[in-house]
Every structure is written in structure tokens, then in C-alpha cells.
């Protein structure tokens, strides 16, 4: 009997894979060398997902961190990503093209805004850009997609997968390597499908299975920390696939981790990041 | 001789049922599984509450946090509770019925909140939402209480209790638990009477006894951190008695952990959320 | 040869009188037995005062503590000293007497206040309420002082006792103990002649010396942590004296306890609220 | 073979040098001994610069502090770096000449400025100031210098040197030693020519070369950090060579602490400021 979880075909992203796909942050580089990432993030009612995503970020081997959200948001979060840099009402720059995306090495956007017609617009002008782009949350939408040289990612939980899919919750659950799969082969895209087995699945075809996590990271915000962690990744990695297969994998041996020595009901999405830099490690 | 502190037919809520009652985390569970938990709480004055009980339900099993403020205390807090989303102006709008209660797991009220007409108005509108309810400090007033199918939780403090039951001081030190009783079986309700040995008494007659805490305990916003606590042991608990009994439980183990090492004149009602994940795993 | 700073007639505060006169924090105690504590601190160029004699306050006992500032300063501090409540422009509701004083069991005014008209008026106010009173900083400057019965405290350093009793330099380097003590007798006070070797002059002539402190406190911003310790003991201490000794005392033992294992240039004011939890337990 | 980067004549300033160089901080000193620091740092979209680098100064030596930047980010960074005093606008009050400059023991600007017509008027005055001063990022400009009598310290790294001097990359990258003691010794200033190996170069053509740090640090924030840690040390030490060089490095040596047990992907620049502690005491 199979396991209905885990897609038939997929393979699973293991701890060796991980370790020999890790980058080597190079002795003699600097910070131009990783590039500047571009995090949009962060609305009115929750300004919290633009420092969760942001720390994700800062602590994944970016060079530079740009974090576009709203002022207010900027007052509340500067301190707390004091790394980073600031681009007021970003998505609104980016949705009239007054804000230029092409010296960013990544891009990601979502976490916390809020899905209406500005973020759409925005989203239109993103996937236009010549830099690896991540759609998350607020930026997940039922929508079609323009071809574009670098990679386009797509992180939805279940319930998010099924609104931009029309997969029924039934259909995935059976099996969620072959909707998630199907979807990217048709959009050429990527799909990153979280729950509590995160299922990946490359345009190609290619399909993994991530083996690291664990119900900690069931509560608000944790999926804000991976999009941050897939973006630094991506500044740092040579292959953007590893760095999409090391995020998920990562992010889910620190809430491992946790877990080790603290109950499960009782993590922050934040800890998250606080966790990474040990647990990394032992990966390199 | 008695004690006369501990109520004569109460119980001990010992280790062995907390051992017993506290939930796991199911390995396939999700965000969803556990719920949004809605607080209410900070006030002009008191921002720091809702930031101390925001971090108690973050910390305490949520799958969700929304916390309800003034848009004020959202810019003084959205960075230390990044992980929850914010409900600007959520009395108001309670109060006037505009914002919709029909979605969340469970809801708090009170901690730094003002005991005005708004107030009363949104406890009003909180009696006669679906989902279990806790009201402490601010929330807590002489009032008639409608029928309501989830449980209703009441945590006053010695001081809160009488000027809520019209039970004198004394009456209240000989026999906490008899007048505790009372008042929640004659109003269908349960009272977490607070303080050196917090009584819970359910409105069936059940009396239960808290054996752990200390003197740390005694310092303004301790209470802010029970009521998030508790808040969040409601989302992640099948029994709404056995989430009641555990948060009042797990907070005193907390501040009996802290002065293991530590002065109780010194700790922080903060500290309570930081000890929590390693005190919590020691039950599991 | 005796060493010049310290004064003669001095006794030196040793390890074993704060073992003996620290206070137990006595179990069945709740935050009322330990009163409320008004800190007025902060000024619009000095936020920072305000936090750091705020947390000192906090993690040296008292049972709350209410924070006089301005609106700005609650903004910037609040979500960092969260158990605290909040009395907006208090510097001026209290220059007004339009801010009842009757019910705080310890004041404090001076860290980050500028020494300005309003802070004199309000200074005015403090001097004529019942509870015991700390002027530091801002609030120190040469006045005339009216009898009250509770204890009033003053905690200059060199340069601010010169200021406010016109010895020279000379003089105090000479014997600051005679100083310090003349002063106090003559003014009836309280003199804390904050230094590398601190000298207590109590108004009946006794003069105590605290061997405890390093130049890790050599920074700006200790003399406000202080100035929150001393408030924090004046609520959980049954003697104000001994909260008095006790506050410089552990002040200094958090300075050498932390360059055991780093350097005394590297200190910031509030790590010193950071040790205090396990230094004050040394002494329990 | 010679390695490249290491230009030929330059000493390494060796583990024994730092050990006999750093300061003691004397037994009986006072803030006032190490005097005030003044920092100008923090732009509307960088206001996380100002706070690096003020923590940099803050754990690296001052007396005092006082950050002079944008009300907006006052309002930011108070609680964190609240050791601090604050100027409001300093730029254009420095640059108005409205803010008296003559009593500061040493200043640092550049970190998150722009490098504007506002900030250049700004350096006009500071390089009329009698205190050694360090001119960083947004203050680094193609220019001329005026003679003064205090220690003109420049700190770019490889492309901030270039658009400065005008020496193309290649030449840097072929004898960088040779190109910063140029440069140093035209414009009888101090040049730290930061990179993956930092060269130091005073006015008199004396050349050092840094041994420590790693690609932990390539990262942005990091240039913010090692400013402000310089200004510190500028206050601590006697021989302002020493502290532009002990500056360099510990800022590497905490980088090269911090990868002892983290990944050097995961290293933020306000990391350094918590590891400066311990590892500054493991040379005294
Ligand atoms: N029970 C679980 N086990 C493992 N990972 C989980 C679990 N629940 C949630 N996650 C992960 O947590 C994140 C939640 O993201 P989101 O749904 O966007 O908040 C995703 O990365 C999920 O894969
Ligand atoms: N001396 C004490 N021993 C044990 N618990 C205490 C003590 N003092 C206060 N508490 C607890 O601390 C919290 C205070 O809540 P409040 O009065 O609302 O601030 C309650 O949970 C009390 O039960
Ligand atoms: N060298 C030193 N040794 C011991 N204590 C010191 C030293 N320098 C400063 N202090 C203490 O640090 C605080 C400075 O207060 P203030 O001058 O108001 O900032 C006072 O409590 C001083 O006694
Ligand atoms: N690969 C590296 N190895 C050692 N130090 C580095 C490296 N990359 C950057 N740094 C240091 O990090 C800081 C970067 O400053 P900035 O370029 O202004 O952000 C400088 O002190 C550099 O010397
Ligand atoms: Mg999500
Ligand atoms: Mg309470
Ligand atoms: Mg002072
Ligand atoms: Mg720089």
C-alpha cells in the first residue's frame, strides 16, 4: 500500500541531496556577488508577513535585501530587518512600471498583500522582469501566464492550489503529485504544493517530495517564512532548483529541530530563522 | 487543619492530568485544523496587553491570531506578534456588528481594554457569537449573561470577582471556590478565579485547583499572558475544560521554571511566552 | 594610606548586608501588595531613557508600573516594556495637578526629562505627593526642597551634585562622602553620588559605600537603569534604605558579572536588566 | 607567487597586535572620560543603517552616542538602540551649521545617507569639525579634501573606492595596497579599502592588511556595522590607528566566531554587535 500522500513517481529530496547541493558562500565574494532580491510584502492588516518573509530572506544568503511594502508597514518592521532596504508603496511603483526590476537577481511577492487589482497589475509587471519570481499567498490567483526566460514558482497550500487550479480538494489529496505536476507542465511553471508533505513539481515533470517537517509548522506565517528562505536561496544557489528543493527542505529540519526540545503547539514562524543558522550548517 | 485557600471539594489538577489532557499536534495537520483564534485586547494606555496576550496564543496552539486593536497599538506591536493579523478599530466594529464572527475557533476580550460603553457593546455582540468566549480585565463587568451554546470564561482576579459578583473580600478568602461555584453554576458559566492558588469552577459544579506558580507571578500583565494562553489552548484542545485547566496549569509551571534560576522579583510576564515551549514539552 | 575616594566614616554595603535585607517575595502576594510605581522619563530627543529605567523597573519587583512620557515615546517604547501602562504628556498633567499622585507607592522623575519650567512644575507636584521620590537627570537642579515625610532621593553623579549643591570638583574628589552627607543633612535627602565608587548619604548622617560596578557602566544610559532598579526595590523593599543599597549594589554586581566573559567596553545599559534575574538569586 | 590581493609592502595586523593595542577601560572612568560619538546615518529607505551601525558604536567603546537622523526613523529605532540621544534632522542642520559640532570626540557619517546636495553640505562642515571623523557610503564622493588637524578616515569597499578616486577595477584589484596608499597620501586622509581582504592606509603611507573575516560578511549592513564599531573605538582608544584597525579587525574576527557553528549564508551584520562582547574579551 502506498502512502496516498506522497505522489507514486516523485523522489524524495534527501539530507544527501541536500548536502551536495548546498552552495559555498566563496571566501573572496562580496555582497554584488549574491545580488539584490526584491521582497513585496506586507499589507495593512498584516504587516507582520513582510518581516517574517524578510528575515526568511536575510537569513538565506542574499547580498542585498529590497523589502517593497507600505510605509506604515515600514515604520513597524525597519528595526526588526534593519539589513534590509526599503521601497515605499511598492506594489503600486511596480503596478504603473515606475519602479525598475531589472537589476534584481530575484524576486518574490505576496506574503500578506492583499489579492485585488493593484497586486494583479503588479503581478503583470513582475512576470515581465528578466529575474526568478515567486508568487505567493495574496499573489496566487486564478490567472494565465506569459512565457518568460527565468523561472516562475508557485507556492500554494491546498486550499490555494485548488482556487488557482480548479483541482478539487479530493483530486489532490489522491493525488497531489499528479495536479501539481499536471499544472506545471501546462503553465511551465513551477509548483511548490505545502502541507504537511510539500510536494515540488518542475515544469519538466520533474516531481520531489520534501521528507523534513512537522505539524509546528501548522500556524500563520510559516509559510511567509519559506517564501523569504526561497528567495535568499535563490541569490545564493547556482541552480534556482536546488535552491527551491533546499528552502523547502530546510525550513522544515528547523521546525525538525525545534521540536527536538519544545512542544510543537508552542512555535513562532519567526524561530524559524533564528534556527536556520545552526541547522544549516549541519548540511554544509 | 485546612488550608484555607484551597476550596474543601475541589481537585488538584495534577502533572499526571495534564500529562494526560494536553493534545498532540497531529503529524498531517495544518494551519487550518486548529482554527483563528480572535483576541481583543490593548487599549490606549495599555498597548503592551495586547502584545503580551497576543504572544500567549501564538505561542499556545493556534492555527491563526487575529488580534483586534486601535490602529495605534497595530504600529507599536506588529513587529513582536509578526506571526498574527491585525483587526484595526475591532471594538467599534464589533460593537456595531460590522465585523463578522462567525469564523473563528474561539474569541478573548479585555486584557488592556477600557470597561466603556464600546466595550460593553462588543461583549454583547461577542455573547452571541458561536465560538467559545473568554473575557478578563477590561471585559469583565456587573452585567446579565445571554444563554450561549459555547463556553463562556470569566478570569477575574480576587479584585475583578468581587465587583463582578458583589461577594465581599472575605467572603472570597474563606471559601473562593463556594462563592466560584456559585456564581458559575447560577450564571452557566465558568470562573478562573486568579490568583496565589486560582480556583477554576465549572458551571456544572466541577472545582478544579491550580497547584503550580509563585510570587514572580505577581506583576502587572501576567494575567494579559493567561487570557492569550488560554486563548490558544482552546484552538489546539478537543476539551474546552481540559484547555482552561491546562493554560491556567502550564502558566505556573512556566514561573515555577523561571525561579529555578532566577529571582521572582525579576521576571517579565513576557518571559512566560519564552519559557513556555521547553516547560509545555516537558508534559508531552 | 586610605584610598581618597573612599570616603572615611563610610560603611561599605557588603555582600552580606544584601543577603540579609533583600526582600523574600512572599507567596500568597499578588501585584497589589506590591503597588504601582509612576516612572516619568523620556524626552523627545532621549526616548530611549525612558525604556531603559523602564525595564529596570520592571525586573527589580515592583507590582506595576506606570510610564509618564510622551505620545511619541509610547509609540517607540511600548511593545519593549509591555507590561508597563502607559500616562501620556504625564509631565504636564502632572505640572497641572491635573494627575492624582495619592495612589503610587514609589515616583521617579528624571531620566531623558528635560530640566525645563514644565519639569520643575511638575517637580513641584512630585515633592508635595506621598510616596517616596527619586529625582535623577533632568529633574536634578538647585532648588529649595520642602519637608515631606517620605523618603526623597537624589541620584547625581559628579558633575550633577556640583551642579545642584555648588561643591567644586576639588571638593568632591577630596571627600565626597563629607559632601554627599552635608548635603543630605542639611537638605533632609537622600544623596546617591553616583560613581566608579558610589557613595549613599542618608539624611541623618549615615554614609554607605558600594563596592560592587566597573567601567562597563561608563556609558550613558546606566545611571537610568539605576534610577528604574531603585524604583522597582522602593516597591518590594519593606525598608527604603536597604531598597536604596540594594538597587546600587546589584547594579553593579549585573557590570561585573558580565565582563567575567566579555568586555567591559561592549555593555549597553540594558543588559544589565538582562543579568539581573540571575544575579539578584545569587543573593536570595 | 604573491597572492594578488595582498598588496606587498602592508604588514598584517596580527592577532599580537590587537591584544597590545586594545584599550583598557580604566577602573575609575566615567562616560565622560570616552566622550560622544556622533554618528549621521539612516535615509527615508535605509533607516536600518542608522541602527547598525549605532549599535556597532554603541557595543564598541563611546561614552555616549548621539544618532543624528530623520524624525521618521528616531521613531524606528529608538527602543533598540536606546542608549542612544538623538538629533532630529542632523543633516541639514549640520550642513546649515545650526548643530555645533565642537564637542564631539569623534564622528561618522555615510551609513543609509544619500548622497545629496544636503549631504554634501554636510560634510563640508564635519570636515571643519576638530574630531577625527569617518566618512562612509552615501558620504563617500568624488571631492576635495580641506587640511584639517583630526584623522580623515574614508572606508569604501571596491566600487565606492573607484567612483572616488577614479582608479578603474582592474588597477584596484591588480595592487590595491598601492592605489589606497595613493590615494591616502594625495588627500592626506585614511583610506580602509574594504573586500574580502581589507587594506588599511594611512596619510604617511604606512599599509596594513586584515586578517580576518570571511563571506559571512558579504552581505549588506556589514559596511554600516564596521563603521559604527569604528567610531567606538575611536572613543576608546588613544591611537586612532589602532582603533581604525581594531575596528577592522574584530568586526572580522566575530564573522569568523559566527561561523564557527552557523552558516556563513545566515549571518545578519547585527549579529556581529552580539558576538562583539565575547570575542573582544578573548584579546585583553
Ligand atoms: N503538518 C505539517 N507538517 C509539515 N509541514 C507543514 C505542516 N503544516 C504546515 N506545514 C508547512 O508550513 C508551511 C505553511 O504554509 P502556509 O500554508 O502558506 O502558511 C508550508 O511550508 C507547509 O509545508
Ligand atoms: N503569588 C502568586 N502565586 C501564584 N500565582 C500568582 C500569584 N500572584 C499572581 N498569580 C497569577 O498571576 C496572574 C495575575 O493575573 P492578573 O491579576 O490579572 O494580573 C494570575 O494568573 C494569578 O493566578
Ligand atoms: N567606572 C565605574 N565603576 C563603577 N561604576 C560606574 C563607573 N562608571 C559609572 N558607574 C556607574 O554607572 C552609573 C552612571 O550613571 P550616570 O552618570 O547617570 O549615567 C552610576 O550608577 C555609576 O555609579
Ligand atoms: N568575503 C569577505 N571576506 C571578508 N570580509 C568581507 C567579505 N565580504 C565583505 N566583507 C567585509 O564586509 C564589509 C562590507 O562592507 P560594505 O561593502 O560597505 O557593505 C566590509 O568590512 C568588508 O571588508
Ligand atoms: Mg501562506
Ligand atoms: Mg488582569
Ligand atoms: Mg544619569
Ligand atoms: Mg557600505
Chains 1, 2, 3, 4 share one sequence.
Not at 490567483?141 to 485548488?162: C, D, M, N, Q, W
Not at 528562505?229 to 528552502?247: D, F, I, S, T, Y
Request: charged content about 15%; proline content about 6%; overall charge negative.
Amino acid at each position: 500500500m502506498n502512502d496516498p500522500q506522497i505522489p507514486q513517481d516523485s523522489i524524495i529530496w534527501s539530507q544527501e541531496m541536500v548536502r551536495s547541493t548546498l552552495p559555498k558562500r566563496a571566501q573572496d565574494s562580496h555582497k554584488g556577488v549574491f545580488g539584490t532580491a526584491l521582497l513585496v510584502a506586507g499589507g495593512p492588516d498584516m504587516p507582520g508577513a513582510a518581516l517574517i518573509s524578510g528575515l526568511g530572506a536575510l537569513t538565506s544568503g542574499v547580498g542585498k535585501l529590497a523589502i517593497g511594502t507600505y510605509r506604515e508597514t515600514i515604520r513597524s518592521i525597519a528595526h526588526a530587518a534593519a539589513e534590509a532596504t526599503y521601497v515605499p508603496d511598492a506594489l503600486i511603483h511596480i503596478a504603473n512600471g515606475t519602479h525598475s526590476l531589472t537589476s534584481y537577481k530575484a524576486i518574490a511577492c505576496g506574503p500578506g498583500t492583499l489579492p485585488d487589482a493593484v497586486t494583479e497589475a503588479a503581478i503583470d509587471s513582475l512576470l515581465n522582469s528578466p529575474a526568478p519570481l515567486i508568487l505567493d499567498a495574496g499573489a496566487l490567483s486564478e490567472r494565465s501566464y506569459v512565457k518568460r526566460s527565468a523561472p516562475l514558482i508557485l507556492t500554494p497550500h491546498a486550499g490555494e492550489f485548488s482556487r488557482i487550479s480548479g483541482y478539487s480538494t479530493d483530486q489532490m489529496a489522491e493525488s497531489p503529485g499528479a495536479c501539481a505536476s499536471a499544472f506545471a507542465m501546462e503553465h511551465d511553471l513551477t509548483i511548490v504544493l505545502k502541507g504537511p508533505r510539500t510536494t515540488i513539481a518542475f515544469p519538466d515533470g520533474e516531481l520531489f517530495h520534501n521528507p523534513t517537517g512537522n505539524a509546528a509548522l501548522a500556524k500563520g506565517g510559516t509559510g511567509d517564512m519559506l517564501t523569504g528562505m526561497m528567495l535568499g536561496m535563490l541569490c545564493c544557489h547556482e541552480n534556482w532548483r536546488h535552491a527551491v528543493l533546499n528552502a523547502v527542505y530546510l525550513h522544515g529540519a528547523c521546525a525538525d529541530e525545534f521540536i527536538k526540545t519544545r512542544s510543537p503547539h508552542t512555535m513562532l514562524a519567526h524561530d524559524i530563522a533564528k534556527l536556520l543558522p545552526e541547522v544549516w550548517k549541519q548540511y554544509e
